[in-house]
């Protein structure tokens, strides 16, 4: 069960919008649609901003989206706020009762 | 609102046993639509899945932990707990207890975390 694969780090400007990518096997992100994303500021516990692929908890902000083709899910956030920059994991469903995460992706809005 | 809170040990001995417990209030764990996980960060790092447990007390592990953890559920005192053995220091790290929703498979729900240092 290796981690998943994202950019350690991304970055753009405020209003902007931005990719993150995950990329992951055959048996995890493109055998399952049971892609999450989740948020963190530092020495703060993880926050869910998408499930299942592109959806949203009630309270998240609609600037978050997610997708998914093949064996790669994306986050994408539009209009880029300062409050936005944080580290963003993947995590995919990996049979078996086991899910497994990204290595995780540091987002600076400059 | 549900509320998960992790406790135990900061400090573990070298080759010493690892154990946390994490008490649910606010809600049931005695509730078929979760599991209920533990994930770990180290310094710096990403998040670690170590497992789940179901409220029947089955148990689910990351292989590359699995000879080394235990996950049991207390379901009369709606706390779940962690075991990990012959620890070292590379299992120095921020322990999330967290609630996991079968369908769909996200966590909704996470502990404060608590750091544990493995150190002499």
């Known amino acids: 069960q290796s981690a998943l694969t994202q950019p350690a780090s991304v970055s753009g400007s405020p209003g902007q919008s931005i990719t993150i990518s995950c990329t992951g096997t055959?048996?995890?992100?493109?055998?399952?649609?049971?892609v999450s994303w989740y948020q963190q500021y530092p020495g703060r516990a993880p926050k869910l901003i998408i499930h299942e692929v592109n959806e949203r908890p009630s309270g998240v902000s609609d600037r978050f989206s997610g997708s998914k083709s093949g064996n790669t899910a994306s986050l994408t956030i539009s209009g880029l706020q300062t409050e936005d920059e944080a580290d963003y994991y993947c995590c995919s469903y990996a049979g078996t009762s086991t899910w497994v995460f990204g290595g995780g992706t540091n987002l600076t809005v400059l | 609102q549900l509320q998960l809170h992790e406790s135990g040990p900061g400090l573990v001995k070298p080759s010493e046993t690892l154990s946390l417990t994490c008490n649910v209030s606010?809600?049931?764990?005695?509730?078929?639509?979760?599991?209920w996980g533990w994930i770990r960060q180290a310094p710096g790092k990403g998040l670690e899945t170590i497992g789940s447990?179901?409220?029947?007390?089955?148990?689910y592990y990351n292989p590359s932990l699995n000879s080394r953890v235990t996950i049991s559920v207390d379901t009369s005192k709606n706390q779940f707990s962690l075991k990990m053995t012959s620890v070292t220091a590379a299992d120095t790290a921020v322990y999330y207890c967290a609630r996991l929703v079968i369908r769909g498979v996200k966590i909704d729900y996470w502990g404060q975390g608590a750091l544990v240092t493995v150190s002499s």
């Open positions: 606010g809600g049931s764990i005695n509730n078929n639509a979760y599991y």
């Open positions: 055959s048996r995890d992100v493109g055998n399952y649609n049971l």
């Open positions: 447990v179901y409220h029947s007390g089955r148990a």
